[in-house]
Nanobody, 117 residues
Framework: AQLLESGGGLVRPGGSLRLPCAAS????????MSWVRQAPGKGPGWVSA?????????YYADSVKGRFTISRDNAKNTVNLRMNSLKPEDTALYYC??????????WGQGTQVTVSS
């Protein structure tokens, strides 16, 4: 399995970014997918997840609820994270990962998001 994130960058507080993740090498629609982030000097923290086909929905960490939106396109094998109203504390390396809330078994290489004025 391979996961490849893109879309990171430098954005001002209050701005928006969209992070796409392209998946390959496995049956994408059969797996829940997550976004996980790691801020400097901290451990990984789960951000959001979306269930596989037939699952019950989408999930968000309290810190991003109402600002971030996860979506997936099973025809294109992609999962996206739309981030609005970004805050400096959202600065982190963002990873796409296979799995739901914990126990992710495959990760991408990450894409850096920096929120700063």
């Amino acid at each position: 399995a391979q996961l490849l994130e893109s879309g990171g960058g430098l954005v001002r507080p209050g701005g928006s970014l969209r992070l796409p993740c392209a998946a390959s090498g496995f049956t994408f629609s059969s797996f829940a997918m997550s976004w996980v982030r790691q801020a400097p000097g901290k451990g990984p923290g789960w951000v959001s997840a979306e269930d596989s086909v037939g699952g019950s929905g989408t999930y968000y960490a309290d810190s991003v609820k109402g600002r971030f939106t996860i979506s997936r396109d099973n025809a294109k094998n992609t999962v996206n994270l739309r981030m609005n109203s970004l805050k400096p504390e959202d600065t982190a390396l963002y990873y796409c990962a296979r799995g739901r809330l914990t126990g992710w078994d495959y990760w991408g290489q990450g894409t850096q998001v920096t929120v700063s004025s």
